[in-house]
């Protein structure tokens, strides 16, 4: 039966605006109703990527818990041209659609009230390609054009009509028509094809998914290079081959090799530790030449920012390092994520930090070069300062609305989420943990699971039990970092450790609530040339606890540096601890560094007392412990020094690092280790960005210029640079070359299909400073020539360059419709931050506020994304105030280089 012809269009409000309930109507905008749920789909989409728009039919079969007649679904900016609906006994019920507003909440009103039963709807639809990088969407490159789908979190219903939500998991089968010429993939194999009799298109039907729910959906047509693998063999776990491919645009294929050669590995390792078979019928790694996120873990197709799969001998040794860990972290999501489920947006920490905890394990056991644990120690320490705001979300933050949604993609989420997870796993140990994860998901398997079925597992595993639901439950239901006062004393041979707990706020930061945490303190002490450590769980604000042995010669109240907390040492004890840093392990050292520098935003450690503790750090062969306080040095610099202390200042720093960039010399050598490589990045970006040091900028600018073709008037070609130095002398280049170098880097990114190149070059654009350049390089970022996924990029590396500041914000207030609207919804949130670097007035925070704020509501997220920036700054101008200029002063004059 035919029913009205409906538009459906408009995208705001989908929960509702702040209420995760049904409104007066009944119109379900939070959660659907628990009464009616999908059984299967079958999908049939004519997707041709030349066109505006696509066409499909959707058969769902829903399950009918109690007598009904109407049925809840979502769909989004669609033309349903038809639906029909079909009783259990396959007679046709007469049944329309109807729209309420622009809810993305899709009503089917049957004529009458039907029993209890499985019921068929059926959708005649066409929708168009999406704009912003979600759902179905199309990315066009020279004359070629790609149809790509990006659904996670709730885009799926502007793709087909459905249960948008993550708690139903139904089998899906999918089959596409599309140009004969094109290549098409989805989540499964495909079981058949047909030409039409034009022999123009071809319809693929694939093989029925496992259960899934509709965000991890996918397919992708276009004029794709397919490169095969071969299959990934049995194991112990899985008892058949693996089908593998890697799959990019047009020209890509040779750059597909790596990651197709890494990807076994992965699997195998996340099979041996979970003890479950990969759980699809093949696995698909595909680079998109447009995409929103950084990669999407859809069933058996992950897809990939091209740049964050496609590799060549140009590439950065860091580059190397991040395509492997995106797929070492999508791969996992494969089990945590797919293979179990989170049934609702509150708990979707636990995909994202599983994800990124397995991330850092596979890497630690297949590539120990990559030093994992020091990589994620760093996000930790990023994921701590966002923590710190009293704005920041819990990990389990209830959901009310589409930005919390969207902004739940944070690093509390990944980072926090993930340092949670190993936190508890160093307490109880690794093999009690792996016994709890492997039942979670063996129990869980092809279904969902929330943190509470996970902790329970866990704290089962664990045999603590209660204690230990207790202690996890603490850091995912409040936020904040908790502060871990120690005092050690000794006496009659004995120690005793008083540990006393509070929530860590930067300086002149006050909160009400006294939150009260289970935290494991694992404590190292060292005696003589040895250490041990001892866990304990302070679960007081205030505890005492008796150290086993004599009275330790030092100690640190975070072995391993596995912990969620930062510490609190006297001064004394924090002076012995930097005395026996070389015997610490390097994530350790990091530590150490932290508990210096928060205890400056505390405004507890001196600047100079800071800028003392870098000569021993700065010595250190990994890079993350070498370079662990420049990012405050780079703070006391721009706020506290004035312009007569920073050439004193910087002429200090400069012989601290400049030796041991000299040392490394200004390519990378064969076979030289990673940390070489990456130490050499950093301290050249260091030196010749913040410092500006002019020997450091001569040798960039004239790698940066080679690479353009400038000096001898060929083309660009930016292997002239070395691969990990390039993004830096380009910047050089361009800063220093004017409009001769800036048109040479336009050339160069406009003739560039690889995304990797255009992003460096789009960074050079972005950081000119000078006035006319700068303001077209603001107006290029909104033209079509700069994919919306490459924006950012330029308007990052801007906002870097103080001299840009004025202007970019000028330009953002007469821009920000465009700029808004470029913006896929889960970075809409974040626009204030990205035009906020150097803000760290009260005035600065005001005049923010005065624009953004009444804009805010258009910006999904933007009242969390806008309060956490205005938050920053406001705590940034606090501690400038209270840094003391006189004692940094005496400190640049006590320190000068003579
Ligand atoms: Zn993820």
Redesign the pocket.
Same mark, same amino acid.
């Given at each position: 039966m035919r029913t009205s012809i409906l538009i459906l269009s408009g995208m705001s409000c989908l929960f509702a605006c702040g209420a995760a309930v049904a409104k007066d109507d009944g119109v379900p905008t939070g959660k659907l109703p628990a009464e009616v749920a999908p059984l299967h789909y079958a999908l049939q989409l004519t997707i041709d990527p030349r066109r505006d728009r696509f066409d499909g039919e959707a058969r769902i079969r829903v399950k009918l818990a109690k007598p009904s007649d109407h049925v809840w679904l979502h769909a989004q900016q669609m033309n349903v041209r038809a639906v029909r609906a079909k009783d259990a006994a396959g007679a046709a019920v007469e049944a329309k659609a109807v729209t309420h507003g622009d809810t993305g909440v899709l009503e089917v009103r049957f004529a009458h009230r039907l029993p209890a039963q499985d019921v068929e709807l059926e959708f005649d639809y066409d929708a168009p390609f999406n704009g912003q990088l979600e759902g179905v969407y199309k990315v066009k490159v020279g004359d070629d054009a790609y149809a790509v789908t990006q659904m996670e979190p709730v885009s799926a219903r502007l793709a087909f009509p459905g249960f948008d939500e993550p708690r139903f998991k139904v089998p899906f089968d999918l089959a596409l028509t599309v140009p004969v010429q094109d290549v098409a993939v989805a989540n499964t194999r495909p079981v058949r094809e047909e030409k039409s009799a034009d022999a123009k298109w071809k319809t693929i039907a694939y093989a029925t998914t496992p259960p899934l729910p509709t965000y991890l959906v996918a397919f992708a047509v276009g004029p794709w290079d397919v490169a095969e693998a071969a299959p990934i063999p049995p194991n112990a776990v899985r008892k058949t081959a693996l089908p593998l491919r890697a799959i990019g645009p047009r020209g890509s294929k040779d750059k597909l090799a790596w990651a197709l050669e890494v990807a076994p590995a992965i699997v195998a390792f996340y099979e041996d530790y979970t003890a479950q078979p990969y759980p699809f019928d093949k696995l698909d790694l595909l680079g998109a030449p447009d995409f929103s @996120?950084? @990669?999407?873990?859809n069933a058996g197709l992950i897809i990939y920012r091209d740049a964050y799969l496609l590799t060549d001998a140009q590439s950065a040794a860091d580059h190397y390092r991040s395509v492997f860990n995106i797929e070492a &972290?999508?791969i @996992? &999501?494969q089990w945590y994520?797919d293979l179990v489920t989170v049934p609702w947006w509150d708990d979707i920490w636990l995909?994202?930090a599983y994800?990124?905890w397995g991330q850092a394990k596979a890497t630690s056991a297949l590539k120990p070069e990559y030093h994992a644990d020091l990589e994620a120690l760093e996000s930790r320490l990023y994921a701590m300062a966002n923590d710190s705001l009293l704005s920041t979300r819990k990990v389990r933050q209830p959901i009310l609305g589409r930005g919390d949604i969207e902004t739940a993609?944070d690093s509390i989420t990944?980072q926090k989420g993930a340092a949670v997870l190993a936190m508890f796993e160093r307490w109880v140990g690794d093999e009690r943990f792996r016994k709890g994860m492997r039942a979670y998901l063996a129990r869980r398997a092809f279904g969902s699971g929330s943190s509470d079925d996970l902790i329970e597992t866990l704290a089962e595993a664990s045999g603590k039990g209660e204690t230990f639901a207790k202690a996890m439950r603490s850091f995912l239901d409040q936020p904040g970092v908790p502060l871990v006062r120690s005092e050690l004393a000794c006496e009659a041979g004995k120690a005793t450790l008083t540990l006393a707990q509070s929530r860590y706020l930067p300086y002149q930061v006050m909160s009400k609530d006294a939150p009260r945490w289970g935290v494991p303190v694992c404590t190292r002490f060292g005696r003589g040339g040895r250490s041990d450590t001892q866990c304990f769980l302070l679960e007081q604000p205030e505890q005492r606890f008796d150290v086993a042995g004599a009275c330790p010669d030092w100690y640190l109240p975070n072995a391993d540096a596995r912990g969620y907390y930062r510490f609190d040492l006297a001064a004394t004890d924090l002076a012995r601890l930097g005395g026996a840093i070389a015997t610490l392990s390097a994530p350790e050292q990091l530590v150490y560094a932290d508990a210096i520098d928060s205890g400056f935003r505390r405004g507890s450690v001196s600047a100079g007392a800071l800028l003392d503790a870098m000569p021993a750090l700065a010595a250190a062969q990994m890079p993350q412990v070498a370079t662990a306080l420049l990012g405050r040095y780079e703070w006391i610099r721009a706020h506290v020094a004035d312009a007569a202390m920073r050439p004193a200042l910087d002429a200090w720093v400069t012989r601290l690092y400049a030796p041991r960039l000299a040392r490394l010399g200004w390519h990378r050598k064969d076979g030289e280790p990673g940390t070489d490589t990456a130490l050499r990045t950093r301290i050249a970006e260091f030196l010749a960005m913040v410092v500006r040091d002019p020997a450091t900028r001569a040798e960039l600018g004239r790698q940066g210029r080679a690479a353009l073709g400038l000096d001898s008037g060929s083309k660009a070609d930016l292997s002239r640079a070395d691969a990990d130095l390039r993004v830096t002398a380009l910047k050089v280049a361009v800063q220093d070359g004017g409009q001769a170098a800036f048109d040479a880097a336009q050339a160069a990114f406009e003739a560039s299909r690889d995304t990797t190149e255009r992003y460096a070059l789009l960074a050079a654009l972005g950081a000119t400073r000078d006035t006319a350049l700068g303001a077209r390089a603001r107006d290029y970022g909104l033209s079509a020539a700069v994919q919306i996924g490459e924006m950012g990029r330029l308007y990052e590396a801007q906002a870097d360059e103080p001299e840009n500041r004025a202007a970019l914000w000028q330009w953002l207030t007469q821009h920000f419709e465009a700029y808004r609207k470029r913006l896929p919804p889960f970075a809409q949130a974040w626009l204030p931050k990205t035009f906020a670097p150097g803000r760290c007035s009260a005035a600065e925070a005001d005049e923010m506020s005065a624009y953004l704020a009444p804009r805010a509501k258009e910006l999904i997220g933007g009242d969390r994304g806008l309060g956490q920036t205005l938050e920053g700054i406001r705590q940034c101008s606090a501690l400038r105030e209270h840094v003391d200029r006189k004692e940094l002063a005496e400190w640049v004059a006590g320190n000068a280089v003579k």
């Open positions: @996120a950084g @990669a999407m873990e &972290h999508e @996992a &999501h994520g995909n994202e994800a990124t993609f990944y």
